[in-house]
């Protein structure tokens, strides 16, 4: 079982950035894969990004980014910590979302229905 905690969300301005933050309980985080997603207003819930779990010095670990992120968002974790974080660059007003974190047993997936556990999510809003 793993539960997870998002934290990091807020308002800023357009071109401004955040750091999103999922903190995980359990003591098998490092063998999760980790995503973010997020769900605009009136929207579905949609693919941000995800990292595998096998990140190391050497290693920065596989990950995947929806295309209208690529550049601007990182994802990246910390084992040690029993954490995933999400570097928001550039914020555009479309980003503006409920952004959740999932894990899930296994290789990176951009498939919601791969995830076996979700966070309560937190919001980011994006002022023009």
């Known amino acids: 079982q793993v539960q997870l905690v998002e934290s990091g969300g807020g308002l800023v301005q357009a071109g401004g950035s955040l750091r999103l933050s999922c903190a995980a309980s359990?003591?098998?985080?490092?063998?999760?894969?980790m995503g973010w997603f997020r769900q605009a207003p009136g929207k579905a819930r949609e693919f941000v990004a995800a990292i595998s779990w096998n990140t190391g010095y050497w290693n920065t670990g596989n990950t995947e980014y929806a295309d209208s992120v690529k550049g601007r968002f990182t994802i990246s974790r910390d084992n040690a910590k029993n954490t995933v974080y999400l570097q928001m660059n550039s914020l555009k007003p479309e980003d503006t979302a409920v952004y959740y974190c999932a894990a899930r047993v296994g290789g990176v997936t951009v498939y919601q229905a791969g995830y076996d556990y979700w966070g309560q999510g937190t919001q980011v809003t994006v002022s023009s």
């Open positions: 359990g003591r098998t985080f490092s063998s999760y894969a």
